[in-house]
């Protein structure tokens, strides 16, 4: 109610029919109300209707798949920014370092395409009832992605497959995901320039753009007939 007289159009999305329906009837001119589960709704229209600015507070329960559905979404342009209260560890994990334990694939596929800013960090006290875990609240400004275009179908199951080991050395945690498209996770990361005995948690986007480059299908050519 509050962010309606801000906007042209607000659109909002409820899971709650119960609050929804008592919500309805108040609702000003420029405000539309979708009932459902943000996790199944299609974002790509409001997208498309853009420039689109998103605002919320997320089920802590649930917060990461959202942020991961915003994320993929803001790969189209339209979506501007995003700012949203989390729990605080979840925040911690967006402008986390390499080499850190928050540092993972929310962390990269974050920084890939938006700058982070914590704006507010809220003990459980400023909150009735009050919960057992710290919030914060953050921005994410989105800008044009680090990655060549088309490269997500490899970028984003090499991270995730590398981060399922993240304790292993880059040589075995590469090891699936390199077989899977036919070349050797040694001669990858040779080419890299990357130290196989490093761990997937110390590489920084510049490792990753790097083992993309080498992965991508032009860089191993198919041999004449």
Same mark, same amino acid.
Not at 36 to 53: F, H, M, N, Q, T
Not at 62 to 87: N, W
Not at 122 to 130: K, T
Not at 191 to 209: K, V
């Given at each position: 109610?509050?962010?309606?007289? #801000?906007?042209?159009?607000?659109?909002?999305?409820?899971?709650?029919?119960?609050?929804?329906?008592?919500?309805?009837?108040?609702?000003?001119?420029?405000?539309?109300?979708?009932?459902?589960?943000?996790?199944? +709704?299609?974002?790509?229209?409001?997208?498309?209707?853009?420039?689109?600015?998103?605002?919320?507070?997320?089920?802590?329960?649930? =917060?990461?798949?959202?942020?991961?559905?915003?994320?993929?979404?803001?790969? !189209?342009?339209?979506?501007?920014?995003?700012?949203?209260?989390? !729990?605080?560890?979840?925040?911690?994990?967006?402008?986390? #370092?390499?080499?850190?334990?928050?540092?993972?694939?929310?962390?990269?596929?974050?920084?890939? !395409?938006?700058? +982070?800013?914590?704006?507010?960090?809220?003990?459980?006290?400023?909150?009735?009832?009050?919960?057992?875990?710290?919030?914060?609240?953050?921005?994410?400004?989105?800008?044009? =992605?680090?990655?060549?275009?088309?490269?997500? +179908?490899?970028?984003?199951?090499?991270?995730?497959?590398?981060?399922?080991?993240?304790?292993?050395?880059?040589?075995?945690?590469? #090891?699936?995901?390199?077989? =899977?498209?036919?070349?050797?996770?040694?001669?990858?990361?040779?080419?890299?320039?990357?130290?196989?005995?490093?761990?997937?948690?110390?590489?920084? !986007?510049?490792?990753?753009?790097?083992?993309? =480059?080498?992965?991508?299908?032009?860089?191993?050519?198919?041999?004449?007939?």
């Amino acid at each position: 109610m509050r962010l309606a007289p #801000r906007v042209d159009h607000l659109t909002a999305i409820e899971i709650d029919r119960d609050l929804a329906a008592e919500l309805r009837p108040r609702l000003p001119p420029n405000v539309d109300l979708v009932v459902g589960d943000i996790l199944d +709704v299609d974002l790509s229209r409001y997208i498309a209707e853009g420039p689109l600015r998103v605002a919320g507070n997320l089920p802590y329960n649930i =917060s990461t798949p959202i942020l991961f559905k915003l994320l993929k979404a803001a790969r !189209q342009p339209g979506l501007r920014d995003l700012t949203v209260m989390l !729990q605080l560890e979840v925040a911690e994990r967006l402008v986390a #370092r390499p080499g850190t334990k928050d540092y993972g694939v929310l962390t990269i596929f974050t920084a890939l !395409q938006a700058d +982070v800013q914590r704006l507010l960090t809220l003990p459980p006290g400023a909150f009735r009832p009050a919960p057992k875990v710290r919030s914060a609240v953050v921005r994410l400004t989105f800008r044009p =992605s680090r990655l060549p275009a088309g490269s997500e +179908v490899i970028f984003d199951p090499m991270v995730k497959t590398m981060f399922m080991q993240r304790r292993k050395t880059l040589l075995n945690a590469l #090891r699936q995901y390199a077989a =899977s498209v036919g070349l050797d996770s040694r001669t990858v990361l040779t080419d890299a320039g990357i130290d196989p005995i490093r761990r997937p948690e110390t590489l920084t !986007q510049t490792d990753l753009l790097r083992l993309v =480059s080498v992965l991508s299908p032009c860089s191993h050519p198919k041999p004449k007939a």
